[in-house]
């Protein structure tokens, strides 16, 4: 199994331009999640998919969107970049929600830089 | 919503010394507190975890407590290594949401 698998790993982008960070994962996980790391402030949840057509908003969600079509994927859409948007970003999955006796994997990040 | 706080932010100790990182947490509902190690370049690893009807776990150097009435549950590493040199993240579960404290950078001193 390859895990959790995010693209891509580094991202330059303007302010107003758009772009879509890739999860995918090869466990058959129902739970995905999005979430950001800044400095000093830990990891914030950004939106989450407790399955496949299922979404909703985490701690952070203004300025992304997400879709849940398959299990496999969750994608994470930002419509027009700001610089307040450059983060690091990270997918995670679990086969159901944190709390339950399943592990969330996370993938490897994305590092996102708005100029 | 949950609230976490993690105290201290940087924590440096001499290999072989014992490390404790503390975190407290808001909504007396959340019942599941996961800790993650984050090491340079990766994504957070799940180390050990403690669900709300337990007081304690422990998982050979690593242990986690929780005490439930304060609201605060705790991280203890026995005996480090330079290899525990990484940050930590505690979790406290809200509904279906992971809420994180704001990490801890351990250094471990040969």
């Known amino acids: 199994n390859a895990g959790v698998t995010q693209t891509p790993k580094f991202q330059v982008l303007k302010t107003g331009q758009s772009m879509t960070l890739q999860c995918a994962q090869d466990m058959n996980h129902e739970y995905m999640s999005w979430y950001r790391q800044d400095p000093g402030m830990g990891l914030r949840l950004i939106h989450y998919?407790?399955?496949?057509?299922?979404?909703d908003q985490g701690e952070v969600p203004n300025g992304y969107n997400v879709s849940r079509s398959t299990t496999e994927d969750f994608p994470l859409r930002l419509l027009s970049a700001a610089p307040s948007q450059t983060s690091v970003y990270f997918c995670?999955?679990?086969?159901?929600?944190?709390?339950?006796?399943?592990?969330?994997?996370f993938g490897p990040g994305t590092r996102l830089l708005v100029l | 919503g949950e609230n976490v706080e993690q105290h201290p932010s940087t924590l440096s100790v001499q290999e072989g010394d014992s490390a404790v990182i503390k975190c407290t947490y808001s909504d007396s509902a959340s019942n599941y507190f996961p800790w993650y190690k984050q090491e340079l370049g990766k994504g957070p690893q799940l180390i050990i975890d403690i669900r709300s009807n337990v007081g304690e776990k422990k998982d050979q150097r690593i242990a986690v407590t929780l005490n439930k009435t304060a609201k605060h549950f705790s991280l203890h590493i026995t005996e480090t290594q330079p290899e525990d040199s990484a940050v930590y993240f505690c979790a406290a579960r809200n509904t279906d949401k992971l809420i994180f404290g704001t990490g801890t950078r351990l250094q471990v001193f040969p």
């Open positions: 995670a999955s679990s086969y159901s929600t944190p709390g339950s006796q399943e592990t969330q994997y």
């Open positions: 998919s407790v399955g496949a057509g299922i979404t």
